[in-house]
């Protein structure tokens, strides 16, 4: 089971969209040894570049943010929890549909490169589809 | 000036990915135990073939003989002479399971084994690498003489025939094991030789052999691994 959700807030400056979020993430994983449960909480912030075609509002720009994620797992062998920080960066495409003033449905989507620390201690990129509305 | 960029992004990124290094859902812990050894399989690939064979044998034998009456069901041993002579019947290493099975202390005269998850890298059929990530289940542990709990592992061999990625007792063959662990010969009952025993020569292919459920296991001697700690 998965989840996340954020909160947030947007200025449409005359050239630009800045967008500011809180973000929240639940996910259980199980396999034949261990049951993974991972909470995300995190903040991000984008700038857009939107277009309007009438009701309807498209564009790109590239968001930043930085998650601190737990881990904890039930297992009957050995697995302490782990606390670390994931930054992420990415391009992302937002699409929206505004029916009334001050009302629009927003579909969204991206690519996050994330700097995740591994298990040997080096730092990588891993690449996630990132994606959502609302 | 034009540096700075440089110096301040790669310090960003060890700030951003600081704390424990994050795992995915297929991680299991922490190993509590690793091995790795040379597994042995019985020489020949008509040997191992036959246990590919034997199961199409027990499939035919429930259907057409009486287990009672004799362990020789003459249909079926024409069917598995056939499937010898096929093609189709040669040994295929992708059926190639190494198990990890823990003798049941608590039933006389023994019981198939309980076969733990452990995660097993193998280079059939050369060697193997087993990692643990939990303890035995309490059901096959026992009591140490000098303190402690312990349980009986044996690494086992066997032909997935019917591919559901565990072991089937009485469906699929042992054809082999890691040599050097307590367990010094196969389980009684089982389709096939012990491993390392030479294929006789005047008979290529052994005869299948019925596995008898009640015979089970055999009582492994004393164990010669370090005991579990108490839980």
Known sequence: ?134 | MYRKPWITLPFLAAVLGCGDPLVGGAYRGRPLLALEGPIELPQGADFLAAAECEGDWFDCFDRQCDLDEDDFCPPCDDAFERCMRSSAARFDTGKLRLGLFWARPDEAGGSPSVQQFALVVASFPARYQLSLYAPPPAAVLQPGSAGGRYGLGLLLVYLDTDADDGFTAGRDPIVGGAPGGPCSTPPAGSMMRPWGASTPASTAWPSPRRATAGRGWPRPPPPTTAPWPSS
């Open chain 1, 1 to 134: 089971m998965l989840g996340r959700g954020a909160v947030g807030l947007r200025v449409d400056l005359p050239y630009l969209s800045l967008e500011a979020r809180a973000v929240y993430g639940y996910a259980e994983a199980q396999n034949a040894v261990v049951g993974l449960t991972q909470h995300l909480v995190g903040v991000d912030v984008a700038a857009l570049r939107l277009f309007d075609f009438g009701p309807v509002a498209a564009g790109l720009g590239v968001r930043v943010g930085v998650d601190g994620v737990q881990q904890t797992f039930e297992t009957a062998g050995e697995a302490p929890d782990r606390r670390g920080l994931v930054g992420r960066a990415g391009p992302t495409a937002r699409l929206e549909l505004a029916p009334a003033a001050g009302v629009s449905v927003a579909l969204f989507g991206g690519m996050d490169g994330l700097i995740v620390r591994r298990s040997d201690g080096s730092l990588g990129l891993d690449a996630v589809p990132s994606g959502g509305w609302g």
